[in-house]
Each structure stands twice: as C-alpha cells, then as structure tokens.
C-alpha cells in the first residue's frame, strides 16, 4: 500500500498489489489492482524502456487472479496475452504452469512452462518452488528446493517441501524432522 501512496501512477508497483492480493485470497481487489495495472501500463508512452515487460507482468497477475477465482479459461486467454506482449515473461510461463497444472491437470505442459521460467529466472525462489513440487525426478527435486534452502536457509516453503519429501519418499524422519522443525 505505501508503493501505491507513493506512486499512484507506477504499473509495477499495481501489478506487486495485485499479486499480493491474490495470495490473500482477496481476488476482487486483486483483478481489480491488476486490471488498474494494466490500464497504467498501456497508458506510458510508447518510448518508456521495457513498457511491454510491464504490460505482460501485469496481465501476468490478472490471469493469475482470474485462475485461482475459478475463471480458468479467462485465465488462459489472458496468459497468452501476456505471452504475445513478453516471450520472455517468466511471470507469464509460471502463471501458464499453475494453469495448466491446476485447472487442466496438464502435467506435461504446466512442467514445460515451469521448467521455461526457471530458466528465464533462476533465482526466483516461487518459480523454483513450482518447478520442483512438480519434478518427477525426486533427486531433481530435492536438489532444486537445496538450491533455494542454501540461498535463504529460513525459507519455510523450501523446507517444507524438503521434510515433505524425506518423509513421504525417503522415510528419513530424522532428516523429514529437521527440516520440518526449521520452518
């Protein structure tokens, strides 16, 4: 909210609002900041540095606000805009991903996406995180969530899904505990 308060008129800090939101689960505001997002977007002038990187990042969180309030179609549709807008959009490979894996139940392709913004944004610990809850390869994966814990060892996220998979795959309960007592 203070980014906001302090530039009304910024596209990216509308489109960190609307992500923000979504995680809340607070989907209305989150279409509607994602949408003013993009409204701001399309209104910098033509020679701004990187305007369509702002576009397909807002429209990026608005398809991800349209996924997780049930509109997966509209999500779809709105992915791909941001698609056409960026090719490099990790934001928009990950969001495509969670679609594909959430609302199509299309592994194959929501891993092809995951895996396409991983490598766009290899330090992007969400996207990271995506990609290895849907690795097949359990060695992958435990290395992939390591990557993330050796960077932020308080990650909860990483490890959780570590404990997760000593316990549930290995049955390594003292290294599942571990882990799992960290976050």
Same mark, same amino acid.
């Given at each position: 909210? #203070?980014?906001?308060? +302090? &530039?009304?008129?910024?596209? %990216?800090?509308?489109?960190?609002?609307?992500?923000?939101?979504?995680?809340?689960?607070? =989907?209305?505001?989150?279409?509607?900041?994602?949408? &003013? !997002?993009?409204?701001?977007?399309?209104?910098?002038?033509?020679?701004?540095?990187?305007? &369509?990187?702002?576009?397909?990042?807002?429209?990026?969180?608005?398809?991800?606000?349209?996924?997780?309030?049930?509109?997966?179609?509209? +999500? /779809?549709? *709105?992915?791909?805009? !941001?698609?056409?807008?960026?090719p490099n959009? $990790? %934001?928009?490979y990950q969001?495509?991903?969670?679609?594909?894996?959430?609302? =199509?139940?299309?592994?194959?392709?929501?891993?092809?996406? $995951?895996?396409?913004? &991983?490598?766009? +944004?290899?330090? /992007?610990?969400?996207? *990271?995180?995506?990609?290895a809850r849907?690795?097949?390869?359990? %060695?992958?994966?435990?290395?992939?969530?390591?990557?993330?814990?050796?960077?932020?060892?308080?990650?909860? $996220? !990483?490890? $959780? %899904?570590?404990? !997760? =998979?000593?316990?549930?795959?290995?049955?390594? =309960?003292?290294?599942?505990? +571990? #882990?799992?007592?960290?976050?």
């Amino acid at each position: 909210e #203070k980014t906001i308060t +302090a &530039h009304p008129f910024s596209p %990216e800090g509308w489109s960190i609002r609307a992500m923000s939101l979504n995680r809340l689960e607070r =989907y209305g505001e989150s279409i509607s900041s994602a949408l &003013h !997002a993009v409204s701001l977007a399309e209104q910098l002038p033509a020679e701004t540095p990187n305007k &369509h990187v702002s576009q397909a990042r807002a429209i990026a969180f608005l398809a991800e606000s349209y996924l997780d309030s049930g509109q997966i179609d509209r +999500a /779809m549709n *709105t992915v791909e805009e !941001a698609l056409e807008l960026n090719p490099n959009s $990790f %934001e928009a490979y990950q969001v495509r991903g969670k679609i594909y894996q959430l609302g =199509y139940y299309d592994l194959v392709s929501a891993y092809n996406d $995951f895996e396409t913004a &991983h490598n766009i +944004a290899p330090n /992007m610990i969400y996207v *990271t995180i995506w990609l290895a809850r849907i690795e097949q390869d359990f %060695e992958n994966r435990v290395e992939l969530l390591q990557d993330i814990a050796d960077l932020n060892p308080n990650n909860t $996220f !990483a490890l $959780f %899904e570590l404990g !997760a =998979y000593y316990f549930r795959v290995e049955g390594n =309960y003292n290294e599942a505990s +571990a #882990k799992l007592t960290s976050c």
